[in-house]
């Protein structure tokens, strides 16, 4: 395996730089009112895709306070998953999804989310991004890396790598990351894309790793 170049310098900087409050919504502090386990994770996530965090936690509160297990989900009425999740985006076919899934899971697992990878992608609207996330922040295994659009965006923009695709960037940097930053390389990059290395207008001046960064591709800067 070949270590990324400044690697060291840039996961201390970060870690250190970022501002804690804006977390990725798995490890915000109102996330911590809700029974965190691997079926909470799955569903949050499932809620996420495509929706602002502070909308994903909100509706995530209002449905998993009272509905934290497969069992509990299937005893109440679609449309009422729809009220409790909405605004997020795509809800009408969100709640359908969570229906399925905790059905799926009382059926064929036992009404427990599978402490497996592979078994996790079996499951309905379930991708990799959405299986390493319940991996490491539900069973709270090492060695996988969620890749959502931060981790797949900000290695190429700064030169880590050159891939096209999410699951690209994660067969990548598997190769190239040291196994000790796994775990953490989440958290701390959905942070820097959000605070300082947004998608379209990065706010380069305010980098603390800019004289790392290679800066492909980019043309505008704040």
Known sequence: MSN??????IITILSKELNENRNPILSRKKWKDINRTPYTTLISCILSLRTKDEVTEEASIRLLNKHDTPQKIIKIPENKIRELIYPVGFYKTKS????????????????????????????KGVGRKTANIVMVYGFNKKYYLPIDTHCHRIPNRIGW??????????????????????????????????????????????CPIEKYCKKINVKTHR
């Open 96 to 123: 359908r999804r969570i229906k399925e899934i905790s059905k799926t899971l009382i059926e064929k697992y036992n009404g427990s989310v599978p402490n497996d990878f592979n078994e996790l992608l079996k499951l």
């Open 161 to 206: 790598i050159k891939t096209k695709k999410p699951e690209e960037t994660e067969k990548e940097l598997i190769k190239t990351m040291p196994k000790k930053y796994w775990n953490d390389f989440n958290k701390i990059f959905v942070k820097f894309g959000q605070i300082i290395c947004s998608p379209v207008s990065p706010f380069c001046t305010k």
């Open 4 to 9: 990324i170049k400044h690697i060291d310098k």
